[in-house]
């Protein structure tokens, strides 16, 4: 790890066909945070909120997104720490993936239907690859560069394959390739699903759990608007959220270009993640990571009977 800038040279060295899992784990260890993880948290649940049962399953299947909104951020990190850390074939991650399944197929018993689409999944897994490299080209930059785009790929076609959607039926049909995954997701945003109260109350109980967790009270109204440009308009659209002041939606795209171009002048972190000090607002999950060396992202027991 010797060098100013060694992370990329490294990414680029590995190949992403065959050794995608190391690539994913640097670029978790070396480039996330838990601020970018609850852009992506909140951008990504929105996403599959759009479709009428999917925002039902959140509010009859289980209120705590918007009664427990910390909490169930908090609890959707050890599932993030897992997955990027960890290979899919390994201990960590199947575990993480049968009690993920274990959630949802509680959450169908309340609320039956919700969560028999396959394409929800798709779109869930897809999103893990895609929303970073979306931000990227919302700031009008080229987004991740191909070994980095197959690699992603790679890893989210392997966790989909772990999945399962209400009574246990695989998830299939997942994307051939990082371009067909990005333009399916896009076909997903753009439908035309019917706007509901359910849609609407989730999307904002999302865009306040970040609003809150991360700003002020004096720079909340600024922080919704940093979301409110990061969400595609036929999201906004479904959802029924205001559209961004288009001043407002041009800085905060600006302030994005300006992050990811001093990211690519700044030395690469030589610590990863899990071996840096634990901050106040670190989750239940990266807390224990950094307990224990980056040996589990399993929270503490109490954190994750309470999510």
Known sequence: ??????????????DPHTQYHEI??????????EFLLNIGYTLSFMDVSMPPHGAKGLVDGGRASID?????????????????????????????????????AGAARTAPG??????????????????FHRLQRLAGLPGFPEHLRIALHNWTRDLSRLLTAENDVPVTDFPTDFDTMAALAD???????????????????????????????????MARTVVLTMIPENVRHVMRLDDPHPIGAALV?????????VQGWLPDPRTPIYRRKIGKRDSPALKRLKETGGRTAEPAKRAAVRS
């Open 187 to 221: 076909a997903y945003d753009e439908h035309p699903w019917r706007q509901t109260d359910n849609g609407h109350a989730v999307s904002e109980a999302f865009i306040q759990q970040f609003c809150d967790r991360w700003f002020p009270a004096p720079l909340k109204p």
């Open 1 to 14: 790890m010797r060098g100013y800038k060694w992370l990329d040279r490294r990414l680029a060295e590995l």
């Open 253 to 261: 795209r600006a302030g994005l270009r300006v992050m990811f171009t």
């Open 24 to 33: 994913v784990r640097l670029f978790g260890e070396y480039r996330l945070n």
């Open 68 to 104: 427990r909104p910390q909490q169930r951020f908090e609890g959707s990190l050890y599932f993030f720490w897992s997955w990027y850390l960890f290979p899919s074939d390994s201990d960590q991650v199947k575990r993480s993936m049968r009690r993920l399944n274990g959630i949802h």
């Open 114 to 131: 919700s969560f028999t689409e396959n394409a929800d999944y798709v779109q869930g897994m897809s999103l893990l690859a895609l929303v």
